[in-house]
């Protein structure tokens, strides 16, 4: 969140300069955020490292229709990200779409987060253009009115984006740091924009409980900590408070959705700073109904791990099992893996919880989470697997 609040302190600073001088704006809110947003701009051309899509950015840039006006939606990658979101575009490609075109991520890293290959990811979205191109689909920003059927997609490219800047380890990569502050940029934006709709609300709410833990994500010397191992004196409590008041407001604003479901479950981790023990019960109650919600495998794979907690280690390899064979796209993936090293381990079975530990370790980006789960590797051979 630093970049956002950097780029909001020099548009109130540079409103100090300016309002006396020239008069306050007619819309002084919008005038804040459309400075606030140049400065964002330059982190978005940083990471557009390809030419090709920095280039394809400076186009749409230029010929996208906007009949709302910069002072109904005061930054420009917003309305971009909703002219990819038409509705003649297949549901399935918009998210991916806007990631490249607007957010100059690289089709490498949205194979990832979408849990497929590179290749295929790159054939989807040349495909998504050519049919922009062949269909002749108006590349316009909707009306206000509009924006409901464009919203889910909006919201699901901000979520991805915010992930993938928050999987890069804090300092090893400074782009991934500013993806994930302009994602939550965004996503306060959008719910400025939108108060009432819950899953914009949600959306928000789920990106800062995770801000709020960034800095208890590595210890003094640079180790990863996971969740429940995490100090939570290093937790932004004022950040937490803020995410479960835009939780509440979700839950009186509308159904429960996705991104209400998943903030959720990160509040039901936080009951930790007050001392006690999150509820592993109300954790697989949520997981539940986002898998039944969504029916992801990652959703899927989420329920198994939290059943775990609730049922013991044999059940939830049982549903690991049964999720490999239905879902391929998760044989690489790394937290499946970790996942199944840890549950062998809790049931004695060093050998299988070892290669599951070598599998997960290759597939790991993050040096610290490498080292992480080496050290819990290594931990087996000397005898100390966890209890089930």
Known sequence: MAAAEDALADAFAAALRQWPLEGVPRQPEAWLLTVARRRQVDGVRAWARDAAIAAEL??????????????????????LMLACAHP???????????????????????????????????????????????VGI??????????????????????????QGWADAPGADPSAGALADEALWLGRLVAHLRPDEPEALGLLALM?????????????????????QQDTARWDHARIDEAEALLRRASHAGQPGRFQLEAAIQSAHCWRRTGRR???????????????????????????VALAEVHGAAPALEAIDALQAQAPALQDYQPLWA?????????????????????????????????????RADSLGAGKASPA
């Open 278 to 304: 999150a509820d592993p019960g109300e954790i697989l109650l949520l997981y539940e109904g986002l898998d039944a919600l969504v029916g992801t495998p990652v959703s899927a794979l989420n329920r198994a």
């Open 339 to 375: 996942a199944r090293a840890h549950l062998h381990a809790r049931l004695g079975e060093v050998p299988q919880a070892q290669a599951a530990y070598r599998r997960a370790i290759g597939l790991e980006r993050d040096p610290a989470v490498r080292r992480f789960l080496q050290r």
């Open 138 to 163: 108006p590349f316009e920003v909707p009306e206000p009115s509009e924006w409901a059927d464009r919203l889910h997609g909006v919201l699901s490219a901000i979520y991805a984006a915010f992930a």
């Open 88 to 134: 003649a575009i297949d549901p399935r490609d918009r998210a991916p779409l806007m990631l490249q075109t607007v957010l100059g991520i690289d089709a490498a890293r949205i194979a990832s987060a979408f849990l497929m290959a590179p290749s295929a990811m790159g054939q989807r979205l040349v495909r998504a253009k050519a049919r922009i191109r062949q």
């Open 58 to 79: 400076a186009v749409l840039a230029d010929t996208v229709t906007d009949p709302a006006g910069d002072e109904t939606l005061p930054d420009h990658r917003l309305r």
């Open 208 to 228: 800062t409980y995770a801000d709020a833990r960034r800095a208890a994500r590595r210890d003094s010397e640079g180790a990863f900590v996971p969740l429940a």
